[in-house]
C-alpha cells in the first residue's frame, strides 16, 4: 500500500489561469507535496511508467474543444497514459456520458497504427458511475491497466523508447 503523505501530488494544466487558481488551492491545503506543471496532458513531462493513478477531468467537447475533436483528444491521451501510467495502474477520469463510448474505445481496443506496438495495452474498466454536473450528464470511470499486457521486454524498451526523447529536459514549474 502507497503512503499518500509520502507521494508527489503532480498537477497540470494547459492554461496558467488555472494553474493560478491551483496555486491558491494548493495554498488553502497547506499541502507541501504538490507539484504544478503547465503542460499538455497528451504530451507529458513524465518519464515512461512513472505515475501510479491519475485523476483527470477531460474536455467534454463544449468550452475547451469541439465535439469532432474529441474522439482524436481522447485517443491521444489513452496513448499517453499508457506510456507513464505503471503497470497495475489507474485511472480516475471524469468525462460527459455523450463521451464514455468514445473513452472506452480510446483505452479499452487497440489503435491500428499501433500493430505490434510493445508500448501498446489496454485498461479495464473496474468501475464507472454516472453523476450530474447540473443538468449536463456525466460520469466517473475508474480504470485499471492490465498488467499482463505490460512485461519486463516492454518495460525495457520504453526506457530507450522515441517516447521517452520527447521529454523535455527542464519543465516549468509553479
Excluded at 504538490?34 to 513531462?45: F, I, N, R
Excluded at 463544449?62 to 506510456?83: G, N, V, W
Excluded at 474505445?105 to 473496474?126: I, K, N
Aim: proline content about 4%; overall charge negative.
Amino acid at each position: 500500500m502507497m503512503d499518500l503523505q509520502d507521494s508527489l501530488y503532480i498537477g497540470c494544466d494547459l492554461s496558467g489561469s488555472q494553474l493560478s487558481h491551483a496555486v491558491d488551492n494548493v495554498g488553502k491545503a497547506a499541502a507541501f507535496n504538490v507539484l504544478l506543471v503547465e503542460g499538455d496532458g497528451t504530451k507529458l513531462p513524465l518519464a515512461a511508467g512513472s505515475v501510479d493513478a491519475v485523476i483527470c477531468d477531460l474536455p467534454f467537447g463544449q468550452q475547451h474543444c469541439l465535439p469532432e475533436d474529441i474522439d482524436k483528444l481522447y485517443k491521444t491521451f489513452a496513448s499517453e497514459m499508457r506510456r507513464v501510467v505503471k503497470k497495475d495502474g489507474r485511472l480516475i477520469l471524469l468525462t460527459s456520458a455523450r463521451n464514455m463510448q468514445i473513452l472506452s474505445q480510446a483505452f479499452t481496443t487497440c489503435p491500428s497504427e499501433h500493430g505490434v506496438d510493445p508500448l501498446w495495452s489496454t485498461f479495464s474498466v473496474a468501475a464507472s458511475h454516472s453523476v450530474a454536473l447540473g443538468v449536463l450528464p456525466a460520469c466517473i470511470v475508474v480504470l485499471k491497466r492490465k498488467c499482463e499486457d505490460v512485461t519486463k521486454k516492454d518495460e525495457d524498451t520504453l526506457k530507450g523508447s522515441e517516447y521517452n526523447k520527447r521529454i523535455p529536459e527542464e519543465t516549468t514549474l509553479l
